[in-house]
Nanobody, 120 residues
Framework: QVQLVESGGGLVQPGGSLRLSCAASGSIFSIDAMRWYRQAPGKQRELVATITSGTDTYYSDSVKGRFTISRDNAKNTVYLQMNSLKPEDTAVYYC??????????????WGQGTQLTVSS
């Protein structure tokens, strides 16, 4: 059984910063790509950032230059550093990862989500 648990959400003023964390636990052989998605009220879930096992990173245009995704493989944890936050960044942020229980068996997992509200 594998779990992804996010933390670090909250209320922040426009222009502020926040860091989200997502820790994977359970039966883990290795972790391939890790991702952050977000879903604002009334909108579809969108991919925000991806980091591969080789630490290549990809960002949506809406967050490029403001957000940074990183990972700590020793801790099975992915981070999302968010700077210059805007009200339109308000959403529930979800962690997603491709996790191998064995060398050959990989499954995709979701966290429960953490709320970010950007407001003055």
């Amino acid at each position: 059984q594998v779990q992804l648990v996010e933390s670090g959400g909250g209320l922040v003023q426009p222009g502020g910063s926040l860091r989200l964390s997502c820790a994977a636990s359970g039966s883990i052989f290795s972790i391939d790509a890790m991702r952050w998605y977000r879903q604002a009220p009334g909108k579809q879930r969108e991919l925000v950032a991806t980091i591969t096992s080789g630490t290549d990173t990809y960002y949506s245009d809406s967050v490029k230059g403001r957000f940074t995704i990183s990972r700590d493989n020793a801790k099975n944890t992915v981070y999302l550093q968010m700077n210059s936050l805007k009200p339109e960044d308000t959403a529930v942020y979800y962690c997603n990862a491709d996790i191998r229980a064995t060398r050959r068996y990989v499954s995709n997992y979701w966290g429960q989500g953490t709320q970010l509200t950007v407001s003055s």
